[in-house]
């Protein structure tokens, strides 16, 4: 049984990887409306269900690891609750976990990724990784130069029939959040052509002591 603030784990994978995060709020507020879910909503002339997400996930990427807190106005059967919400989602965005509690949205450091290129090859990235990896970003100064290579905690490449694997521990901080989406662009920029094919999947979020967050 689960009251009060909750934590919500849950993926959004296939074709969900494409739909905005202002669409994913709406998919779900519609879910947990159909669903009965006793969740909180705001004040005001248009209230809202009141959600918090843990980090942006760039549109295009795929995630078994997002989290999303709500405030329940009643106690609810924890399985009951998945089950309920899941009858009215597809299984590509699928709830896989709902508790009380759990870590802070602030403590997370590092996220865990996975992406493979189909027009990059092994020996490309290993040669891109040696060196660093400018790129424009979007900052609350403006426009800014910053290297992503020591951004890139650990790595590692293999590659299997033509298709390259790099798996990758990027910064995560608010203050030092690494797009994985924006990484692609700065490898794409590094090496002169373009990187087209490729997929971006994120595996799991640890705290800065890299135990992984909940």
Sequence with gaps: MVSGKIRIKFHKIGKLKFISHLDLCRTLKGAFGRAGVPIKYSQGFNPHPKMVFSMPLP???????????????????????????????????????????????????????????????????????????????????GMIEVDLRPRIVRYEITEREGTTRFHAFLSAESN???????????????????????????????????????
């Design 59 to 141: 549109v295009g990427a795929e995630s078994v690891c997002e989290y999303l807190d709500i405030t329940l106005t009643e106690p609810r059967e924890e399985r009951e609750l998945i089950n309920a919400i899941n009858a009215q989602l597809t299984p590509e965005l699928k709830m896989l976990e709902i508790y009380e509690g759990g870590k802070d949205f602030m403590d997370i450091a590092l996220a865990e990724y996975e992406f493979f290129f189909d027009d990059l090859s092994m020996e490309e990235l290993k040669k891109l990784l040696e060196g660093g990896l400018p790129i424009v970003k979007k900052s609350k100064k």
């Design 176 to 214: 030092d959040f690494v797009n994985p989406e924006l990484l692609v662009r700065a490898l794409e920029r590094a090496v002169e052509h373009p990187v087209e094919f490729y997929s971006i999947m994120r595996l799991n979020l640890y705290t800065a002591d890299a135990s992984a967050f909940r």
